[in-house]
């Protein structure tokens, strides 16, 4: 896709898209004049019509839309009317568009070119993914910084869309650290991959435990973006599951839906990406300890109790609340060996976080007020929600354990997301500044790009968003 800018609004591009909010005047624009019977520009209302040879798409935003919102909006634009779009493209930017209108609508268009068909025979490409497809901005102002920037950000969540709707014969730990090492060359940071006989040595020994019934070779992945001039030091780590059985406690249900368990591994992959492609002036070190969660003779067992890189020991209740202890090994190896100021973890880790908020927002745990309400902002700002829940002390008995330090799963079926939390809390070190986002309900969903659950890149850009507000 090649982007041009012009000053003056022009009707020569055989496909036009112009935006409108929502007005109790009749709309004009150019030669062209709608009554408000038929578009008056209210939200998700569009209006398609051909004049001099040219097709105009006439976008509805509401009265004041939000970002999610005009996001939304153009992703429909580009994927539903696919069949308008051939080799140029003009977007009228309305001067009423703030910089995050701008950088909504062009991400959402670039989103929109997304499909799940990565397998089909008779696969084709959006029109807009071809090199020779003209893009033109056309606005009054100077919004090249916002496009730039909005192509940044859509391109990093698609790169997580794929890591996450690919297959898992596909989706291997293998592949995420290939995938980060290429990244990291060509997004300027450092990777250093441990593969499970190094993570023996450094005593990753729960991290070990979840892949020991896997024929694919657990990978912890490090990633490190240090710019010539840092202002703060974050520290990130994403749960790599890239297929998850349940272990020895299968799962019964759902495990259809199983390669998603990276999802917060591949959001902060996405994130890095982004980070390092926007020239973040912040130190930012990730890990990702990605595995298999398998079945086989050498599986880990319930009742086994396993050592951890934090010298604890962790009695296994339950095999498939297994997340948590990757998590574990990740965050005791970040602030042992980096010490960043803040450190965020991000999981799809429990169903109990999709029975108490549903699809609408990531549940956030922290005992930092400054953290919980930075993370909430910077959600709200972009439509990727979060909402907190407690971490008190009093949740602390679920896991205490008698025969080790601490065990992996409470055994009640109440307030499982809490319990996790504080697992992962008993691995921190108190940090002062640390905070969990379990995201089970909002990074694999259903909607209407597609037929099927898929990934939404929940977390990629709220956590470069945190970042880039510190």
């Known amino acids: 896709m090649k982007i041009e800018y012009s000053t003056s609004i ?39 019509t051909e004049f001099e040879g040219n097709i105009f798409i006439f976008i509805g935003l509401g009265k004041d839309p939000d970002y999610k919102t005009i996001k939304t909006i153009f992703r429909r ?28 609508a062009v991400s959402g ?4 070119t997304y499909k799940l068909g990565h397998y089909k025979k008779d696969k084709k490409s959006h029109p807009i993914n071809s090199e020779d497809f003209i893009l033109e901005i056309s606005t009054s102002k100077d919004v090249s910084k916002e496009v730039t920037r909005a192509v940044k950000i859509a391109n990093a969540q698609l790169e997580t869309f794929h890591l996450v709707d690919l297959p898992p014969n596909k ?38 435990s979840v892949g020991k019934g896997s024929a694919n070779d657990s990978q912890f992945i490090i990633m490190d973006y240090q710019p010539t001039e840092s202002k703060k ?44 492609d926007l020239e973040l002036p912040y130190r930012v070190t990730a890990i990702v300890p990605a595995c298999e969660n398998s079945v086989d003779a050498l599986s880990f067992l319930p009742s086994d109790v396993i050592g951890s890189y934090s010298g604890n020991s962790i009695e296994i209740i339950d095999t498939d609340a297994e997340g948590r202890l990757v998590l574990a090994d990740g965050l005791s190896y970040l602030i042992k060996n980096y010490h960043p100021e803040t450190v965020i973890d991000i999981a799809t880790l429990t169903g109990s976080s999709v029975a108490t908020l549903g699809n609408e927002c990531g549940a956030l745990f922290t005992n930092n007020d400054v953290l919980s309400k930075q993370l909430q902002q910077s959600g709200d700002a972009i439509g990727e929600r979060l909402w907190p829940l407690p ?3 009093a949740y602390k ?33 108190n940090h002062a500044s640390w905070a969990h986002l379990d995201v089970a309900g909002v990074t694999f969903i259903d909607d209407e790009f597609a037929k099927t659950k898929h ?16």
Not at 78 to 103: C, G, H, M, W
Not at 253 to 272: F, I, P, R, T
Not at 400 to 424: C, R
Request: with cysteine; charged share 20%.
């Open 10 to 48: 022009t009707t020569g591009r055989k496909l036009n898209l112009i935006p409108f909010f929502e007005s109790e005047t009749d709309v004009t624009f150019q030669n062209i004049q709608l009554s408000k019977t038929v578009f008056s520009g209210k939200k998700d209302s569009s209006y398609v």
């Open 77 to 104: 634009v580009a994927a539903k009317q696919a069949d308008y779009f051939e080799t140029e493209l003009q977007l009228v930017i309305p001067d009423r568009f703030s910089s995050a209108n701008i950088e909504a």
């Open 109 to 112: 268009l670039i989103l929109g």
């Open 171 to 208: 989706i291997t730990p293998a592949y995420l650290a290939d995938w980060a090492s290429q990244t990291g060359k060509n997004y300027g940071f450092e990777v250093t991959i441990v593969d499970s006989k190094q993570a023996k040595i450094l005593g990753l020994e729960a991290f070990l």
């Open 233 to 276: 030091h974050i520290g990130l780590v994403g749960k790599g599951i890239t297929f998850d059985t349940g272990g020895l406690n299968i799962k019964t249900a759902g495990m259809v839906h199983m390669k998603c368990d990276m999802a917060g591994g591949a959001a902060v992959l996405g994130a890095m990406q982004l980070i390092a």
């Open 391 to 393: 971490l008190w002390d």
């Open 397 to 429: 008995s679920d896991i205490d354990s008698e025969i080790a330090d601490v065990k992996n799963y409470s055994g009640k079926p109440v307030a499982g997301a809490i319990s996790a939390a504080k697992f992962l809390e008993f691995f921190t070190n």
């Open 455 to 470: 990934a939404s890149a929940f977390g990629v850009h709220l956590i470069t968003n945190f970042i880039e507000n510190q």
